[in-house]
């Protein structure tokens, strides 16, 4: 049997090695075109070790959500990627929690973008700490999110958690206070930006000069869409008593339509759809009914359903006219 912790710490041994002398930064990594620039410019410095951290989300909200890109990109650049996944378990259930009840309120719709922020930089503090960075670094630009990116904000997540003096911003750096490591001299500041607002004019001026390919800048967090949040309003009211919620129900509001009555019914709305949702209705514990003619998949939560279930199941068929789904508008989550 292979022995894991020993494997742990020769990689610790070998890492210490090869960053001797240097000073260890661990960068935020979205995979977005912001943090790839933030990466450049930290590469510019002398005398630092970069290591990149990119944190796999429920509901998405980085420019970037494909790991392989983000994987690819941290080889093409020879840094070191971890990866932190807040879909699994202990770590899902401590961001649905702020998800329902952030302390520093929610955006245009049921996004938590302080609290989200804040606990991405816990865990990267605890991880900085275990691979000794000294520097903790996201590619955030001063006033480019209303939400959680004003100067005031920028202070409320660097003290909550517990970063005062340790988070550096390396795109809007000189218009905002003195790290510790620039004090220090550890980071040359005059190396850094002071980039701020929403235009990104200086972005792509960067982008070119650095020879930067990124993703473009579309689809962000699922928690800013109005009919998204209703469906994850409904998961909270009904299915999170009595039983955890796992991250194929997050997955779920995003398939099919989906209704309540005396327990929840997801129709699927295409061939592809119904495959997805028979997949997570199994996955889930849902029962499972396939139509006999052409038309949707069903999933639902009450056996007793079942004659619901199939009248919904003719009314979204193919060939089923609008006026045949009108009793059961009520019912649409």
């Known amino acids: 049997m292979v022995n894991e912790s020993k494997i742990l710490m020769k990689s610790r041994k070998m890492n210490n090695v090869s960053g001797a002398g240097k000073t260890k930064v661990l960068l935020l990594f979205s995979g977005g075109l912001d943090s790839r620039i933030a990466l450049k410019v930290l590469q510019e410095q002398s005398g630092l070790d970069v290591e990149m951290v990119f944190f796999v989300l429920p509901f998405g909200g980085g420019c970037c959500n494909n790991f392989d890109c983000v994987f690819n990109y941290s080889q093409t650049e020879g840094v070191k990627l971890h990866v932190i996944d807040l879909t699994k378990k202990k770590f899902l259930k401590e961001y ?26 816990r865990h990267a503090k605890k991880l900085g700490e275990e691979i000794g960075a000294e520097v903790i670094a996201t590619g955030e630009v001063l006033s480019q999110r209303p939400m959680s990116q004003l100067k005031h904000q920028l202070d409320l997540t660097e003290r909550m958690s517990g970063l005062v003096g340790k988070l550096l911003r390396p795109l809007s750096a000189k218009l905002l206070k003195l790290t510790d490591a620039e004090k220090s001299g550890l980071l040359d500041r005059n190396k850094l930006l002071d980039i701020s607002g929403r235009q990104r004019k200086r972005q792509m001026e960067l ?63 295409d ?9 997570l209705g199994e996955k889930l514990g849902y029962n499972v009914e396939v139509s006999k003619i052409p038309g949707p998949s069903a999933i639902f939560e009450d056996k007793k359903n079942l004659k619901l279930v199939n009248e919904l199941m003719v009314a979204y068929s193919k060939g089923s006219g609008i006026k045949g789904r009108e009793k059961f508008k009520s019912m649409r989550i």
């Open 96 to 121: 649905l929690d702020i998800v329902r009840e952030p302390k520093h309120g929610f955006g245009t719709g049921m996004n938590p973008c302080k609290d989200c922020k804040i606990l991405m930089l």
């Open 271 to 279: 061939k592809e759809e119904n495959k997805v949702l028979e997949f």
């Open 207 to 269: 982008a070119t000069k650095y020879k930067i390919k990124y993703p473009d800048s579309g689809g962000g967090c699922l928690l800013c869409e109005k009919d998204y949040c209703k469906k994850l309003k409904d998961l909270f009211m009904n299915d999170s008593f009595g039983r955890e919620i796992k991250f194929e129900d997050i997955k779920l509001l995003n398939v099919g339509r989906h209704f309540r009555f005396k327990g929840k019914v997801v129709l699927g709305r």
